[in-house]
């Protein structure tokens, strides 16, 4: 499985600065896993399109941020990665949205819908939040000491 983080913005080309190296920390611990990356999409039409182009047998697995969402445990998101990976997906998009929210369309495309929260958090910093806890939840997985039961 292959896991792509993105983000949904068409002011940024992609993350920057701190946040952008923490990201990097992040999606470079995951490789060790699974082949993991990050693309930012200039809108949800463009993330939209590209999740229904991925040519491979099985159809993308999406999780799309949103406070509307399901909060879940780090445990939680090692099982809904754990089931994807047992079901043969070839590859989960894992979307930080856009800033003005998701479209009914692609709520109602979404595989599971998450929340960090209530709270809104800028792109930056929903994208290292996410990038960690896949790296969490893929150790999670791995029985490697990085989560210890916090």
Known sequence: MKILL?????????L????????????????RFVPSS????????????????VASRTRPVLLLTDSTGRQLTSREI????????????QQLLFAIGPADGWSPAALSRADKVVAFGRITLPHELAAVVAAEQLYRAL??????????GH
């Open 38 to 53: 990050y693309r930012n999409f200039a809108s949800e039409k463009e993330l939209l399109g590209y999740a229904e182009g």
């Open 78 to 89: 090692a099982d809904v990665l754990g089931s994807a990976q047992d079901h043969g997906v």
């Open 16 to 31: 920057t600065g701190p946040a952008g190296q923490l990201l990097e920390l992040y999606l470079a611990r995951s490789a």
């Open 6 to 14: 993105s983000t949904v913005s068409a002011r940024r080309a992609g």
């Open 139 to 148: 150790t999670i997985r791995a029985g490697h000491p990085y989560h210890s």
